[in-house]
């Protein structure tokens, strides 16, 4: 009787999420699966399965390459983030002293603090023509004319970047901290040099945390509209803008639900590559 009770209580608990998922994550992922596979012909809907769809993506060149840029810009900014974050988490882990780390990291994540949209213009203020960085420019003679950073695809990684270092420096930092100290001492012990106990000893049993936090990373600049929009000018479309030029100027609506599956294509494939590191109970 206790252990169906028991049992009885875990699904109780365990429905209101369930339910959740099931109309706010299956449902609508179904629904757009389901448009992908119809066509938009004049301006009706036809409601008949096709692959017209998948078709014209890979018929179009302009579709593969906003697919291709944000693969691209993706990467660059996930990598540059790694770069970045990481000697950020190890001097927050190992050179800022226990009773202030704290303080450190409640600094280090102020930036989340402030609206998305806000940073993506802030950025646009200090890269564009009258910004900060042109005026500096001037007014040390480096340039006699105002020089724009902005509205290209450099704008749009250092907007990505200044966003998503504080996200792998968390994952990251949460690994270092967990590392027994006595790991580094028997590797001294062992005449291992620092360059070699970060190599065969600190980096490997950090790489969940890397791992992590860059898929997240990934997943969350891969299907980004706002920044791009905002800093990148529409010079270079990525993916996310381009589904939504499918809605905003044409209304179809099955085309944009089949760019949407193959950018879930894409993170499937990206999650099955790193599924070995993504165990969050090692982070």
Not at 44 to 69: C, H, I, P, Q, W
Not at 105 to 134: D, H, K, M, N, Q
Request: with cysteine; proline share 5%.
């Amino acid at each position: 009787m206790q252990g169906q009770s028991g049992k009885s209580r875990g699904w109780a608990l365990l429905t209101p999420a369930l339910l959740w998922t099931l109309l706010f994550f299956m449902m609508p992922l179904l629904i757009m699966g389901t448009y992908s596979f119809w066509e938009r012909a004049g301006m009706k809907l036809v409601r008949s399965a096709s692959l017209a769809n998948y078709e014209k993506f890979f018929d179009k060149t302009y579709f593969v390459g906003s697919l291709v840029n944000s693969i691209e810009v993706t990467v660059i900014v996930t990598v540059v983030s790694v770069l970045l974050a990481y000697p950020l988490a190890w001097i927050l882990a190992e050179r800022v002293p226990r009773r202030w780390q704290r303080m450190a990291l409640i600094l280090a994540i102020l930036p989340f603090w402030t609206s998305y949209v806000v940073r993506s213009y802030s950025w646009l203020l200090v890269l564009s023509e009258g910004g900060i960085i042109s005026n500096f420019l001037l007014d040390v003679g480096i340039t006699a004319d105002p020089v724009s950073f902005a509205n290209n695809r450099g704008a749009t990684v250092i907007g990505f970047v200044h966003f998503f270092v504080m996200l792998l420096t968390l994952t990251i930092y949460a690994n270092l901290v967990q590392l027994p100290p006595s790991y580094r001492k028997a590797a001294a012990d062992l005449g291992a040099g620092p360059v070699q106990s970060f190599v065969h000893i600190i980096l490997p049993l950090t790489l969940p945390g890397i791992m992590v936090g860059a898929f997240l990373t990934f997943v969350l600049c891969i299907g980004d509209y706002i920044t791009p929009q905002i800093l990148g000018g529409n010079r270079e479309l990525l993916l996310p803008q381009t589904m939504m030029l499918q809605i905003s100027r044409r209304s179809d609506f099955p085309m944009a639900s089949a760019l949407a599956m193959i950018l879930m294509l894409v993170i499937s494939v990206v999650y099955i590559a790193c599924a070995r590191w993504l165990k969050l109970d090692r982070v």
